[in-house]
């Protein structure tokens, strides 16, 4: 006959392998969850770092501007007029700008640039409008889609300068 702490050892058996099975379930949710935050970390460092790179680009083209500074405050850079919005008519295609000068050379490997960095899309342009007169401000504004960066889609950032 068996004895009652045979018995109690029999009762108990199975528990410690529920309490293990509990803790691995516990163990792989928290894993799921780290997973997750890793992923939109770097779908929003993805963003961040197509805004960085439109600003630096921008930065590029006015200083190619303020080299040929007699060409950007002529408004030889200019790819539309400013509309009452505020948008400018962009350029999307760096195949426009296609005669022999250093403004259309400036603007096309500008425009290649911002594809390159910026993604090779229809909505990946750059529009330039510098004012006639003593401002001589020029601005730059770039649009692109943030859509694969977990973005809101057409992204857009201006720069203002005065050359």
């Known amino acids: 006959m068996a004895s009652s702490s045979q018995l109690r050892r029999r009762s108990q058996s199975g528990v410690g392998l529920i309490e293990v099975l509990v803790a691995v379930l516990i163990l792989a949710l928290g894993l799921l969850g780290m997973a997750g935050l890793q992923a939109n970390a770097l779908k929003t460092n993805q963003s961040a770092y197509a805004r960085s790179q439109a600003v630096m680009l921008s930065y590029y083209m006015l200083d190619a501007m303020r080299a040929d500074r007699t060409a950007a405050t002529s408004q030889q850079y200019n790819t539309g007029s400013a509309g009452g919005d505020g948008v400018i008519e962009p350029a999307c295609s760096a195949g426009v700008f296609n005669q022999p000068t250093l ?55 201006e720069t203002r300068s005065r050359l």
């Open 103 to 157: 403004v259309d050379n400036n603007r096309r490997e500008w425009l290649l640039s911002l594809r390159d960095n910026l993604g090779d899309a229809d909505t990946t342009c750059g529009a330039i409008f510098c004012g006639a007169g003593a401002a001589n401000e020029c601005i730059i504004q770039i649009t692109w889609d943030d859509s694969r960066a977990g973005g809101l889609g057409q992204q857009r950032i």
